[in-house]
């Protein structure tokens, strides 16, 4: 299974290592409920909230350490020997929405990728009193608060910051402070504002003065 270098691995993941070429290697390995693998010779490596990217390159280094002369760098330069590290079976993960959805409760996806985005739309979306602004994700002891306008008027690309993990809880407060903007501006709409927020920042929200506005 083809998976995002930034996936965090955790206990009920399936990791397969394949090399080929000059040299064979079929691993398939089961991550426990330590937060571990057991590599050939009995070497314990723990996985547990590395992202697939730290896994696969510590892989390949504890098994350089048991097959030297076959995972050479300049072998797999080469091509001579190919190293791939993937993901058989793999976890799901369940999260709570609570606060100002149509829909809140707990929901459980059987992907082991689930953007909050996704997550929104099972709940049948945020309601004409939520927030888009002041979203909180819960995660164990740490919280972080997301602003979906960064997604929908700026369009942020970062879609990890929109990744939940297994147990999160996210809470859609009310929102606060909302004005209407229209006329010659590209998206007039009401918009949700924050604290501090200008009304240069409105209109860049807004997609900026159209064409015929006057600008004197």
């Given at each position: 299974?083809?998976?995002?270098?930034?996936?965090?691995?955790?206990?009920?993941?399936?990791?397969?290592?394949?090399?080929?070429?000059?040299?064979?290697?079929?691993?398939?390995?089961?991550?426990?409920?330590?937060?571990?693998?057991?590599?050939?010779?009995?070497?314990?490596?723990?996985?547990?909230?590395?992202?697939?990217?730290?896994?696969?390159?510590?892989?390949?280094?504890?098994?350089?350490?048991?097959?030297?002369?076959?995972?050479?760098?300049?072998?797999?330069?080469?091509?001579?020997v190919s190293f791939e590290v993937s993901l058989g079976k793999v976890r799901g993960i369940q999260?709570?929405?609570?606060?100002?959805?149509?829909?809140?409760?707990?929901?459980?996806?059987?992907?082991?990728?689930?953007?909050?985005?996704?997550?929104?739309?099972?709940?049948?979306?945020?309601?004409?009193?939520?927030?888009?602004?002041?979203?909180?994700?819960?995660?164990?002891?740490?919280?972080?608060?997301?602003?979906?306008?960064?997604?929908?008027?700026?369009?942020?690309?970062?879609?990890?910051?929109?990744?939940?993990?297994?147990?999160?809880?996210?809470?859609?407060?009310?929102?606060?402070?909302?004005?209407?903007?229209?006329?010659?501006?590209?998206?007039?709409?009401?918009?949700?504002?924050?604290?501090?927020?200008?009304?240069?920042?409105?209109?860049?929200?807004?997609?900026?003065?159209?064409?015929?506005?006057?600008?004197?």
């Amino acid at each position: 299974l083809p998976i995002a270098p930034f996936y965090e691995l955790g206990t009920g993941d399936e990791v397969l290592i394949t090399a080929w070429g000059s040299f064979d290697l079929s691993l398939r390995l089961l991550v426990n409920d330590q937060g571990y693998v057991v590599l050939p010779g009995d070497d314990r490596v723990y996985v547990e909230g590395l992202t697939f990217a730290q896994a696969k390159g510590l892989f390949l280094e504890k098994l350089r350490a048991t097959y030297a002369q076959a995972l050479t760098p300049e072998k797999l330069a080469s091509g001579d020997v190919s190293f791939e590290v993937s993901l058989g079976k793999v976890r799901g993960i369940q999260v709570m929405m609570v606060g100002q959805v149509v829909k809140p409760g707990g929901y459980s996806f059987s992907r082991p990728l689930v953007l909050l985005t996704d997550v929104l739309a099972q709940a049948g979306g945020i309601t004409g009193h939520g927030s888009l602004r002041a979203l909180r994700i819960q995660r164990g002891k740490q919280s972080f608060d997301i602003d979906l306008y960064d997604l929908l008027t700026a369009g942020q690309t970062d879609v990890s910051r929109y990744l939940l993990h297994a147990g999160d809880v996210v809470n859609v407060p009310y929102r606060a402070r909302v004005v209407s903007l229209s006329g010659q501006v590209k998206r007039p709409a009401i918009f949700e504002l924050k604290t501090g927020e200008t009304l240069a920042g409105l209109i860049e929200m807004a997609g900026g003065l159209a064409a015929e506005a006057a600008r004197t």
